[in-house]
């Protein structure tokens, strides 16, 4: 079987299955798709079909699309990776465990080894203290919202460790500032502008394409209600609002804000594949796409690059990408990957949280891709 055939085939399963309730699959090779799908409902109540221009909600694949907006930028001079974040954003100035201003660049911020976590703790502090992660709804801006950070001490000495974190909603507030304007000026402007990526906004261009959220529920998933909240305080909890991306006082949250389709995606991911085209230096673009953190350990058989995670260790990551590939998500069910080496993209998005993210299926997908 082609690797068209053995998506196809696992697309139709696991909606057939319910296991996912809406999907638009894109892989292409060498720049040309080898298969387009789309399958299951954008909203399953009301029998509405996902189409390929479906629009869903993006969560962290919103990171790779700021992440870009900043390398733009800095190709430009409009800023460096060195640059400190507290000169750009005087308002944000979290200590470090030992008591000393934390000194958080643009570079650790695109990295992920800045001492900020994504904390459920810091969404469950008492009122007033209580801040968002980018998911949940809130009519705070950026900095209401983050400069409550500066009471907290960072998770590790900035540059010293790996975590995953908000970092890129404190990246997006950056951009902003250097810009002038909002975050989503700026990423039209340097990204989605010349990408011609005509949905992914920090709002929603066309509410009747729009996806309905789905939640995991024994059985079948369950109309996402808002808000929900997924896991639990002791290990990883989440906040969604899937209505957060309809209110316009919410501030532009640049981890996990955007709205868009996978063309959207895909349009992104090749031109960071194919070396930067007229967006990004071959330079910036490969360094893109290359470990940035040294041997500093990401995710288990992960270092990171500026976009997502690189796998060093199929084995020790589990999955059935190949050393060198590039991969990341969002948990409001999306996942994708590069394979430079065989020059494969691949995106998939769904509106299933969180198993089109974190459960069995991304890995069932990159599976069906090689066969394994």
Known sequence: MSIADRVNALVDRVVEEERITGAVVLVYQDGQPILEKAAGFADREAGLPARLDTIFRYA?????????????MVGKGLLKLDDRVSDHLPWFRPKTPDGREGAITIRHLLTHTSGLLYDPALELLPEGQ???????????????????????????????????????????GVLAAVHGGTLQEAVIQHVAGPLGMADARFHVTDPARLAVAYADAPGRPERMP?????????????????????????????????AGTAHDVMKLLEMLRTHGGHLLSTEMARA??????????????????????????????????????IQWGGVYGNTWFIDPAERLTVVSLTNNALE???????????????GR
């Not at 199929?314 to 050393?323: D, H, Y």
């Open 60 to 72: 962290s694949v919103t990171k790779p699309m700021v992440a870009v907006t900043a390398l733009a």
């Open 130 to 172: 209580r801040m968002t992660l980018g998911l949940g709804n809130t009519d705070l801006s950026l900095e209401d919202n983050f400069s409550r950070h500066n009471a907290i001490p960072l998770a590790f000495e900035p540059g010293s460790s790996w975590a995953y974190s908000f970092a890129t909603d404190i990246l997006g």
């Open 226 to 258: 808002d808000p929900w909240v997924s896991g639990d305080e002791e290990n990883w909890r989440t906040v969604f609002s899937p209505g957060r991306i309809f209110n316009p006082k919410a501030f532009q949250s640049g981890g996990a804000g955007m």
């Open 288 to 325: 893109a796409l290359s470990n940035q953190i040294g041997e500093i350990q990401g995710e288990p058989g992960y270092r990171f690059t500026f976009v997502g995670g690189l796998v060093t260790d199929p084995a020790a990551a589990m999955t059935a990408l190949p050393k060198g590939a």
């Open 356 to 370: 089109g993210c974190n459960g069995a299926y991304p890995e069932m997908l990159r599976a069906a891709v090689y």
